[in-house]
């Protein structure tokens, strides 16, 4: 904590200032459809920050990562269908499912390199799915197969995780994206973060240093899956209604993938870019085009990501850091370098 108060005083007003409008943004807007989509914008930020710990910090690119958000959706909704079990219950155990199935892929796949990786999670995403539609009933527990689970309606409960209002849904994804965020800030100034980043970039002299690569790709795999199964609760709570094809398809994890490249792979703040600029392109595409066009905001991703790597490589990101340090040096009345940089950040 000592380390992250000892920040750059702009970014920790920049990050207080969007903290405080996030959370004053119910007041203002007061449609549950506006709502329901600013929901859904911080919820694939939150997605796209789990898959960050693996994709953004391990230098591998996972195409698999519904498979483990449809495992945490799924087990707390067949425990809390079968058993009444709380979803908050539900939500810890899909995670550890979660991240087991993580470890268990992760151990043969993370010493994969290149598109051989991402194949590998393509793969076991897709089996996953089909595994799960041809799956009716396991014992007591019933899956329902391609048709999908319809979560049983309670009374406005905590415990159930059902709320008559948005509100409750929006603030408790805000907080668990806070706290990702927060994890991936200590991640990324930690020994594995450091590890993580060698093995990333240079993985042959990282292992000739010592560095177990595969074993901190391990740690992160599991930690991103576990986040990730917490996620998958949380969306089928929101939504109430779940089904293969829609938690477990290959859209939702070429979605996230092409929020993490073009907000910013490997950064704290870039999925979070990502998604305010995705998000609503692919609820206006949905809403006025998915009968005929279903699929094309995956393309206008595509056209979006080809524009954003041929100028800003590191993603959306970059202008807006070189954007803000310019306001704060016409701000401040600092004197900027020739290239516009701040003349108090060179020193230090």
Known sequence: MKQLLNQNPKILL??????????ILPLVVTSPALMQIFILIILY?????????????????????SAFIGIGAYTSTVLFQTFGISPWLGMIVGGLLAAMMGVVIGLPTLKLRGAYFALATIAVGEGVRVLVENVKQVGPLMINGPSGISIKLTENSFSAFQFDSKLPYYYIILAML???LLLTYFMMNSKIGYYLA???????????????????????????????????????????????????????????????????????????????????????TRIYFGSMLPGLHLV???????????????????????????????????????DGTDSAEKAD
């Open 14 to 23: 920049i990050s207080a200032l969007l903290l405080g409008a996030l959370f």
């Open 178 to 180: 806070l706290i990702v």
């Open 300 to 338: 206008i991703f595509g056209l979006i990501l080809i524009v954003v790597m041929r100028y800003y490589p590191k993603g959306l990101v970059e202008p807006v850091k070189i954007l803000l340090n310019k306001l704060f040096i016409n701000r401040l009345g600092k004197q900027g370098g020739p």
């Open 45 to 65: 930020a939150y997605f796209t920050s789990t898959w960050n710990f693996v994709g953004g910090f391990a230098g591998v690119l996972p195409l698999g990562h």
């Open 198 to 284: 060698a093995g990333g970039e240079e993985p042959e002299a990282a292992e000739a240093l010592g560095i177990k690569v595969s074993r901190y790709r391990l740690i992160a795999m599991a930690i991103s899956c576990f986040l990730a199964g917490l996620g998958g609760t949380f969306y089928a709570q929101l939504m109430l209604y779940i089904y293969p094809k829609s938690i477990l398809g290959l859209d939702l994890s070429f979605e996230i993938a092409f929020i993490a490249l073009i907000g910013g792979r490997g950064t704290i703040l870039g999925p979070v870019l990502g998604a305010l600029l995705l998000r609503p392109v692919s609820e206006l």
